[in-house]
């Protein structure tokens, strides 16, 4: 099986980030021109190939590939995908650009977070040719065919380069990172709060976004699609607002941060297979969650070196 058709002329595909399965998703959305939303890692990309072509899109075939983000487990593929589909635009927003025609600060900054684990799962990032390049701005389309297009909602929060994008067929919203991760072994909601773009009022501002639109559906990168959307963007909502009083109240008593979530939320995870909870954790870690509201508290505060708590 190539994949999993999750609304009309929208085929997921596993790209088994590491050989895990069922934890970084990719959406061909079909129709004259067809366009691939995420990657995946560079590591996916042999996976990915393989079920774009046992599904029959040629070389010549795919029209377009969209990444939501440029963080490498949604776009450390898109150079690869690129050489290997030599008519696709790559769509990426517009503070993405310039990381995919010259990836060297991105990787550089990702070898620093992730050490070993950034050739050993991940991979890197190939560079993008500029003439291949086009920046999606709010409300920008992509057209897939004669009455379909995917509409950009231009989503910051999980980084100041997120991009959704909105299904006028399925009514499907491609969400990428901004509604958090969902690994379906797993089980449930954790938000994802990476440094060093998050920020709080932007994350729930993009929420309210997706519900504007009122979608069919929520497809996360991390994993699949998720039906009622509007309960799940509320979930999302309350889940990131309980994270980040929790992560506050920590801060402003100089405790550390990771410490206290692991506290509040951890236990979510009592039940769940060990391999499992490796995976979350590997993929959306307490401790880069913490991270993540550490720097936008110092940053809101304004000096960081003013607020040296862990």
């Known amino acids: 099986m190539v994949g999993d058709y999750i609304g009309h002329g929208v085929l997921q595909i596993d790209t ?3 050989g895990w399965e069922r934890v970084t998703a990719g959406y061909l959305v079909e129709g004259p021109t067809p366009v691939l ?25 795919l029209a377009g590939v969209a990444v939501t983000h440029i963080h490498l487990d949604h776009a450390g593929g898109v150079g690869d995908v690129a050489r290997a589909f030599p008519n696709a635009t790559v769509y990426v927003h517009p503070k993405g650009a310039r990381h995919l025609v010259d990836p060297t600060r991105l990787v550089d900054s990702a070898s620093r977070i992730y050490g070993d684990l950034l050739d050993t799962l991940y991979g890197r990032l190939e560079p993008t040719p500029r003439d291949r390049l086009r920046v999606l701005e709010d409300g920008d389309q992509i057209k897939i065919g004669p009455t379909r297009t995917l509409t950009t909602v231009d989503s910051p ?18 969400a990428g990172d901004a509604v958090g991760v969902r690994l379906p072994d797993a089980g449930i909601l954790r938000p994802a709060t990476p440094p060093p773009d998050f920020n709080l009022d932007q994350a729930l501002a993009s929420l309210e976004k997706f519900r504007a639109r009122t ?14 959307p509007l309960e799940l963007l509320e979930e999302a909502q309350e ?30 995870l009592a039940a769940t297979d060990p391999s499992q909870r490796e995976k979350l954790e590997t993929l959306n870690g307490i401790h880069s969650n913490a991270a993540g509201f550490r720097r936008w508290l110092e940053t809101r505060a304004g000096s960081p070196e003013q607020h040296p708590h862990p």
């Not at 929060?157 to 491609?174: C, P, T």
């Not at 497809?219 to 039906?227: D, E, M, N, R, T």
């Not at 801060?251 to 941060?257: F, S």
């Open 157 to 174: 929060g999980h980084a100041k380069h997120h991009l959704a994008l909105h299904d006028s067929d399925s009514g499907i919203l491609f």
């Open 239 to 268: 889940t990131l607002r309980r994270w980040a009083e929790v992560a506050e109240s920590a801060w402003r008593e100089g405790r550390d941060i990771a410490a206290a979530l692991d506290q509040a939320f951890g236990g979510e």
């Open 215 to 228: 979608p069919s559906g929520v497809a996360l990168a991390h994993y699949g699609l998720l039906p009622d």
């Open 16 to 18: 088994l980030l590491g």
């Open 37 to 61: 939303v995420e990657t995946g890692s560079q590591s996916s990309v042999p996976a990915l190939l393989d079920a774009l072509h046992r599904h029959g899109v040629q070389p010549a075939g």
